[in-house]
């Protein structure tokens, strides 16, 4: 997708004004980080900034587990939440992905950070990530009794 040049209104101040398909495409992403992933409500004080036990709140934690019948990718866990296995096994997020929720960038402490991130990271501009766009590596499991080794 490209934008049109009139989708683009450059204001005198230097910001932008959006419309058309760069409105939309922001607003999409913009909705999924405010609501879907949940940081307006994890936002307990309303400061516009998540602090470590509001950013855990949110629904921004996802999950691609590799085993020898495909990949397979889980979303919108909760940060301090758990996810279930392939296998029907339930983990802490936190050990399922103890790199990335170490990185102070997995998640954006503000809506206008996790914004940027997922605009830059979009690269087809089709308001999805797919696990490349993501730059993550899958966890890779074990499916019981198949022989498979990683």
């Known amino acids: ?3 049109d040049k009139e989708d683009m209104t450059k204001r005198l101040d230097g ?11 922001v607003a999409g992403w913009y909705a999924d ?15 516009g900034y998540l ?4 950013l855990e709140d949110t629904k921004s934690g996802f999950v ?7 990949l397979f990718v889980q979303s919108y866990t909760q940060l301090n939440g758990s996810v279930d296995t392939l296998f029907g ?13 170490k990185d102070i960038d997995y998640a954006g402490r503000t809506i206008g950070l996790e914004l940027d991130k997922m605009i830059r990271k979009d690269g087809d ?10 730059g993550m590596q899958a966890v890779k499991t074990k499916a019981p ?3 498979w080794t990683e």
């Open 33 to 47: 980080i405010a609501y879907t992933r949940a940081y307006v409500a994890s936002d307990r004080n309303n400061d």
């Open 145 to 147: 009794n198949s022989g």
């Open 89 to 101: 096994f339930e983990k802490d997020f936190r050990e399922m992905r103890p790199d990335d929720t």
């Open 64 to 70: 691609a587990q590799e085993t020898n019948l495909g």
């Open 51 to 54: 602090e470590d036990y509001e």
């Open 1 to 3: 997708i490209e934008f």
């Open 125 to 134: 501009f089709n308001g999805e990530l797919s696990f490349s766009e993501t």
């Open 15 to 25: 910001s932008y004004i959006l419309s058309g398909k760069a409105e939309n495409f």
